[in-house]
């Protein structure tokens, strides 16, 4: 397996969130978080600003969770 560009995941992962870790092989962690980010946006911004809180949550976890799901691509951890 090829390793993986720790810069390049958390660039990806900043802007969609989750999808720096789709990047890293973990397709069904990184989609799902994609997903919850996306919806928790779009009814923040259509029923409660709550919501927008969750996905900003999200986002920071999704950047953790891209650094170690890299790290442990590329076999460090």
Partial sequence: MA?????????????FAGLGIAYAD??????????SALICGILGVT???VFIGVAIIIWIYSLYATYKEVEYANGEL
């Fill in 3 to 15: 390793e993986k560009n720790m810069w390049i995941a958390m660039i990806i992962s900043f802007i």
């Fill in 26 to 35: 973990n397709l069904n962690k990184g989609f799902g978080l994609f997903i």
């Fill in 47 to 49: 029923v409660n600003i």
